[in-house]
């Protein structure tokens, strides 16, 4: 069974001297470096590690920025057997105080800004504070590191190598695992059924924090000799300079939707302008039929629409030479089974029959970190229940139709509404709240938000607005916020979604 570190050190050493990762900070080149340098760099970074105390199994938490530090220092984890807990390092400090408390790391390592708030909520946890802004072979952890020896460390199959918190429909986020084989398995898939080779350059514009960025996109090119263009942050205008440019010229482009729509809707140029771009993937959010032509048309081949998800890996794709269906999220990928069963008794149903998506194989999680009950509720007898609802074609290929969990997805972002809930329902004013999507053009679905107030209360929108900019990132932060006397219940008293949805329509 192919593990992730090992097959990576070897591919580091494999492509060592090619160019691996090209870093551009707003716009202008900041830095690049050969897989050797990676190699290096993240043994010297390893070893810093090391002496702060982590060893195989701990947490590293990352709330960083994309920079090359990222990825040397996420390669250094994984050298020691340790543990990648991503964070998005513009989370609120009481969302990172919540995963610092879930996840327990050993060692956080933090923008130089963020050192005050991960002092006082990690009071006895160590730190590296990283100055991102400075090129990244000048920093000193990299620069007064010594290069260690060989490691003799042995990694096992099923070791935890990745924490990806992702929104819980009940509670808080919780942290899927993803083991050494999950994460191998995975990306030795995308390599494979996207013929992904040294010969590629991937136009990188993800955050590094989810499996998007991190695992499809990254670890993939690192796993194949690919090389990557880096981009700091997602600019319309400025990603469309760097699909254009022939020097050197990118193959790949990895997007959700919305990037997709920002895109085409700042595009001056023919499709022409990128031939020598062969794939176009789209995922982390249902990609409109409509938007898949517009791509074909604008950027000259039709996208390859692709379903994952964090806790399972990439799990669909529309095919690579074969026929791409607009609005399927295509076939299984190699070693995944898959089941369309009744929600409610677990039956399989026929093709064409609408039912839960519920899949077995390689890159399937074993589960939530220090989450049991989470996870035995997510698994049937092995089987991984996705929340999701869909069905197959004649042909094999399947489609999503609707969701089983409560999840908003906006912008390719999985917002869970009960968290919002609990928020807004903390403040004193409110009776309570119920959070729910709205179709949204460019985002997808945006988040809006209908509140009670308590009887004699009074609330303004601008209030709520200013509490929820406090405590959550603004990815979740209500667009729309409807105060009403009472939300409309069924007579079991569940709040109807789809009648708020209707009158927010109105
Ligand atoms: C931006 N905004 C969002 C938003 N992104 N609001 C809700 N949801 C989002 N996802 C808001 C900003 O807060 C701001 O509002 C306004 O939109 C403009 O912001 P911006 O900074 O100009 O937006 P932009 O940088 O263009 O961001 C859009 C985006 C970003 C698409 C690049 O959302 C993004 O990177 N999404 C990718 C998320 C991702 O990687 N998902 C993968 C999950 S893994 P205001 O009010 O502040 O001005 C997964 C599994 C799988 O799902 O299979 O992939």
Redesign the pocket.
């Known amino acids: 069974m192919q593990m992730l570190t090992p097959f990576l050190l070897d591919r580091l050493k494999r492509n060592a001297n090619r160019p691996a990762i090209s870093f551009f900070r707003k716009g202008r080149r900041e830095t690049e470096c050969s897989f050797q340098e990676l190699d290096q760099d993240s043994a010297r970074l390893a070893l810093l590690f090391a002496d702060r105390g982590v060893s195989r199994g701990d947490r590293v938490l990352f709330s960083l920025g994309k920079s090359l530090f990222f990825v040397t220092a996420y390669l250094a984890v994984h050298r020691l057997g340790a543990i990648a807990v991503p964070c998005n390092p513009d989370f609120t400090r009481s969302e990172k105080a919540y995963l610092v408390e879930d996840a327990a790391p050993k060692l956080i390592i933090s923008r130089e800004q963020d050192r005050d708030v991960f002092q006082a909520i990690a009071l006895r946890t160590a730190l590296i504070p990283v100055d991102e802004t400075r090129p990244y072979q000048e920093l000193p952890e990299i620069q007064n590191s010594p290069l260690p020896r060989k490691s003799g460390l042995e990694h096992h199959p099923d070791d935890p190598a990745l924490i990806?918190y992702t929104s819980g429909t009940t509670g808080p986020p919780k942290g899927a695992i993803l083991t050494q084989s999950n994460l191998a398995h995975d990306a030795l898939n995308v390599s494979k059924i996207w013929e992904i080779g040294p010969e590629d350059r991937l136009l990188h514009?993800?955050?590094l924090?989810?499996?998007?960025?991190l695992c499809?996109a990254l670890t993939t090119c690192l796993l194949t000799g690919a090389s990557v263009a880096m981009l700091d942050?997602?600019?319309?205008d400025e990603v469309l300079t760097f699909l254009r440019s022939k020097d050197p010229a990118c193959t790949l482009f990895m997007?959700?939707p919305?990037?997709y729509t920002?895109l085409l809707d700042s595009l001056e140029h023919g499709p022409e302008a990128f031939q020598h771009i062969r794939l176009w993937t789209s995922?982390?959010?249902p990609l409109k039929p409509a938007e898949f032509e517009r791509i074909q048309q604008m950027l000259g081949k039709p996208p390859v629409e692709?379903?994952?998800?964090?806790e399972t890996g990439?799990?669909f794709s529309n095919p690579l030479h074969g026929v791409k269906k607009p609005g399927s999220i295509g076939l299984p990928l190699p070693g995944l089974q898959v089941r369309i069963v009744d929600p409610e008794t677990g039956a399989d149903l026929q093709t064409g029959q609408i039912g839960e998506i519920w899949l077995k194989g390689p890159s399937i999680s074993p589960g939530y970190w220090n989450k049991p009950s989470e996870t035995a509720a997510a698994f049937h007898n092995g089987w991984f229940k996705t929340g999701d609802l869909g069905k197959k074609d004649g042909e094999g290929y399947y489609y999503l139709t609707d969701r089983l969990k409560h999840i908003i997805?906006?912008?390719?972002?999985?917002?869970s509404p009960k968290e919002i809930e609990n928020r807004l329902n903390q403040l004193e004013s409110v009776f309570e709240s119920a959070v729910f999507g709205l179709p949204d053009e460019?985002?997808g679905e945006?988040?809006a938000a209908a509140v009670v107030p308590h009887p004699g209360a009074t609330i303004q929108t601008d209030e709520l607005q200013a509490y929820c900019r406090e405590h959550l990132h603004?990815?979740?932060?209500p667009?729309q916020f409807f105060i009403v006397d009472h939300l409309p219940r069924n007579t079991m008293g569940k709040v109807l979604k789809h009648e708020l949805q209707r009158l927010a329509g109105d």
């Open positions: 990806i514009a993800l955050p924090f989810h499996v998007h960025g499809f942050r997602f600019q319309a997007g959700v919305t990037m920002k995922g982390s959010a692709r379903e994952g998800m964090s990439m799990n997805i906006s912008g390719g972002e999985n917002i460019t985002l945006r988040v603004k990815w979740k932060c667009k």
